[in-house]
């Protein structure tokens, strides 16, 4: 499907932003944060456009302007070990936005930030440049002093390299703990209610059971009761037939008296 107008004006400023990233700005250039806000506007009405690109091609748009946005509100961070952190986090484009470059430009831009903030990273334990009362760099100064305080420096760094090395591997074994504890407790929890289950079910069929017993009894029960109202009903059959005959009998042998 053909490029419409509006995904060539975005390809055309999403290029310019790429370059615009790569090269060294001033601080006060609020050039790129304008393209990047245009870059958003027109992506979303790119995403609502009847000639939108495939979802996979907005899906990588979308990536690449989110990643410009990072990287804009890196640089505004305080410190170099956040401003490290957060383009860290970043996810560049996977593909050329040109197609005529091998790699794609903010992977490039990725990677040449990265670099930078180590090195502010690296200045800033080593101790930044300040100038002393003759005017001289104080890193020249060090450097006339002789190569011992730089391997000072250099042995501080790694002490410190060490030490958050040494953090990282220790919240790494207490997350593990806490993983393996939690499959533990979650492993005894499940064995206690299968156990509880099982007896659940257990007292179920015992119910079931005793349920069908009562049943039984109640019916012989019954049935018994019928067969003693029946035989009481009989005898006192047998009891008026016996009176009444013993009656007429009665007035048979004994006339009535004149």
């Known amino acids: 499907m053909a490029s419409s107008r509006l995904e060539k004006n975005f390809l055309r400023l999403l290029v310019r932003c790429e370059s615009m990233a790569a090269d060294k700005r001033d601080e006060k250039d609020w050039?790129?944060?304008?393209?990047?806000?245009?870059?958003?506007?027109?992506?979303?009405?790119?995403?609502?456009?009847?000639?939108?690109?495939?979802?996979?091609?907005?899906?990588?748009?979308?990536?690449?302007?989110?990643?410009?946005?990072?990287?804009?509100?890196?640089?505004?961070?305080?410190?170099?070990?956040?401003?490290?952190?957060?383009?860290?986090?970043?996810?560049?484009?996977?593909t050329s936005?040109?197609?005529?470059?091998?790699?794609?430009?903010?992977?490039?831009?990725?990677?040449?930030?990265?670099?930078?903030?180590?090195?502010?990273?690296?200045?800033?334990?080593?101790?930044?440049?300040?100038?002393?009362?003759?005017?001289?760099?104080?890193?020249e100064l060090r450097k006339r002093s002789g190569v011992g305080d730089e391997k000072q420096s250099a042995s501080e760094l790694d002490a410190v390299l060490h030490h958050h090395h040494n953090v990282q591997e220790r919240l790494a074994e207490e997350m593990l703990n806490l993983a393996r504890n939690l499959k533990n407790n979650t492993l005894a929890?499940?064995?206690?209610?299968?156990?509880?289950?099982?007896?659940?079910?257990?007292?179920?069929?015992?119910?079931?059971?005793?349920?069908?017993?009562?049943?039984?009894?109640?019916?012989?029960?019954?049935?018994h009761t019928k067969k003693s109202v029946n035989w009481l009903l009989w005898l006192m059959l047998v009891v008026v037939c016996f009176m009444f005959i013993s009656m007429i009998l009665f007035i048979r042998i004994f006339p009535k008296l004149r």
């Not at 430009?105 to 100038?131: C, F, W």
């Not at 064995?191 to 012989?220: C, G, P, W, Y």
């Open 31 to 94: 050039r790129l944060e304008k393209y990047v806000e245009a870059l958003q506007e027109m992506l979303t009405e790119l995403k609502k456009h009847l000639s939108k690109p495939a979802p996979e091609v907005l899906n990588e748009y979308s990536r690449k302007v989110e990643f410009m946005k990072g990287l804009l509100e890196a640089e505004k961070l305080p410190n170099p070990s956040e401003k490290a952190l957060a383009n860290q986090l970043l996810a560049p484009g996977r």
């Open 97 to 139: 936005t040109t197609g005529k470059e091998r790699v794609s430009a903010t992977k490039t831009v990725h990677l040449q930030t990265k670099a930078r903030y180590t090195g502010e990273m690296r200045s800033e334990l080593l101790g930044g440049p300040s100038l002393s009362a003759d005017g001289l760099d104080s890193g």
């Open 189 to 223: 929890a499940q064995n206690v209610i299968k156990q509880d289950n099982q007896t659940l079910t257990h007292s179920l069929r015992m119910a079931d059971q005793n349920f069908e017993k009562l049943k039984v009894e109640s019916e012989r029960l019954e049935q």
